[in-house]
């Protein structure tokens, strides 16, 4: 927080406390609804009432649609349903529909209730989208246009209309059927005649998702095509609302904070770190760490079956978790690249062979380097440095294994995500704590190999 707001913060807990409702007014109202809202998020639940109340009333539902599901919560409780009514009147549909989703039944309940009819019947179709599709991130407030509209008309039902819309600057032209025909810009409209006509301007050439496309997917054609509004229609092209600049910077946060958290073997969450309880933080950890114990026994019986190896050459220990971490690290570099390149769309399932042959190129030249560095290593710091006894035979064995260890490695790391996305699952998943545990295994295993081979133990 910087010394302003800071200040900021200590002016406005003095005029609570000294009841300067009037100042107060006059304070809160010059600041920008996002940070009312971490105000409000900040105060006690008794100031956060007052403070609210004191706001007019679009700058309060501009700044209610910002605030934590726990803040909205208190205030749908103590609003009365007139104050709570107003609030609704402003906010956007897919704000409410979002909101919705977090609240316990009674404060749904209340907040359907002050809504309008129409608003309702909108947040009750986006809610029945499945999660994470087009469909449940969709506003249905846009700018529909005619193609028979002259320019004239159509500023004149942007003036009349737009003040209640998502965006007015994309418009798109519909039938009576609300089939989509065509988008064009305010800018188009501003360089045309007035008597020109809006077919004639208009874009037919439309870039649009279906409802049930996942939001993914979609942030991508964003990006793509450097959109800032797409429109989404049914399967026989209606259209049905739009999807906005500031919903996908949204979509891109969640979707990486899913992969992130994924990645590092826990369960997604819906709710910030310091807001979620120690069971269910629990609860979202526990799964994979029961899952990759119990995988880790693999490598337990490895250890345990090559025995007399170890008893026969106690100098191979020291080596075991060198070679472990180096492989689940070549497997990591390779496994997090694919996923990234998946989440981009630079790769598909049908590019693993060329992923796989650069994969391998790759590690076997990382598998030289590193074998020539730790042979280099075992000669001269360890035998000569440290006074280790280890033999040409040996260190020859722990180069060896870990050059197959990264190739294998890296090409397990590269093919798993590939796999998974193959057979719909989430490619984050296999990121490095999964990774790691089966080249653990797998190194062991080669290890010991190759040791009673050459080493004759």
Known sequence: MSEETKELYEEISELLEAHKWSK?????????????????????????????????????????????SDTRERLVGV??????RLVMQELFVDDVA???EEMPA????????????EDRRDINRILQYPDDSAGSVLTTECVRLRATMTVSEAFEYIRAYGPDKETIYTCYVTDDDRHLQGVLTVKDLLLAKYDDVVGDLMETNVISAITTDDQEEVAK??????LTALPVVDRENRLVGIITVDDVVDIIEQEATEDIEKMAAIMPGDKPYLKTGVFETVKNRIPWLVLLMFLATFTGMIITSFENALAGSIA????????????????????????????????????????????TRVSVVCGLILAIANFGKIMLVDNLLLGSNI?????????????????????????????????????????????????DAISLFVYFEIATAILKI
Do not use: H
């Open 24 to 68: 107060l007014r006059t304070v809160i109202t010059e600041m920008n609804e996002v940070d009312i809202a971490e105000l409000i998020d900040e105060v006690t639940p008794e100031q956060e009432v007052v403070i609210f109340r004191l706001l007019p009333k679009q700058l309060a539902a501009e700044a209610f649609a910002y605030m934590d």
């Open 79 to 84: 609003l009365t349903d007139r104050e709570l």
């Open 98 to 100: 979002d909101m919705l």
């Open 106 to 117: 009674s404060v749904v309940k209340k907040m359907l209730k002050a809504t309008s009819p």
């Open 221 to 226: 054609t964003f990006t793509k095509y450097d």
């Open 316 to 359: 191979l220990t020291a080596f075991i978790p060198m070679i472990m971490n180096t492989g689940g690290n070549s497997g990591s570099q390779s496994s997090v690249a694919v996923i990234r390149s998946l989440a981009l769309g630079d790769v598909e399932f049908k590019d693993i062979g060329r992923i796989i042959f650069k994969e």
């Open 391 to 439: 033999s040409v035979w040996i260190a020859f064995v722990v180069c060896l294994t870990l050059l197959i260890t990264v190739v294998a490695a890296k090409i397990i790391g590269s093919a798993l995500p590939l796999l998974a996305k193959a057979i719909r699952l989430d490619p984050a998943v296999m990121a490095s704590p999964f990774i790691t545990t089966i080249v």
